[in-house]
């Protein structure tokens, strides 16, 4: 999603995600060895606190966004981070 343009949109969106991949990092570390179950319920709170300021419809399509940039990746081969 954070390749698309240079936009002020793109980059703020850039800036959030360093922030949440900085907490995912931290709250991982905190689970130890439930740091998937930790990433995957990291997943659900965002989206249940995104609908909550936005709408349902936005976040639909922002993770509907996101699932395509996954399948472009997997089709390219990529495991970029």
Known sequence: MSDQ??????????????????????????????????????IEAAVNQAVEVTSHEDVIGMLRDLADQIEADAEDGGDED
């Open 5 to 42: 343009s240079n936009s002020p949109a793109t980059a703020m969106f850039d800036k959030a995600l360093d922030i949440a991949e900085k907490h995912l990092e931290q709250a991982m570390q905190e689970g130890g060895p439930i740091s998937a179950y930790v990433s995957v319920a990291m």
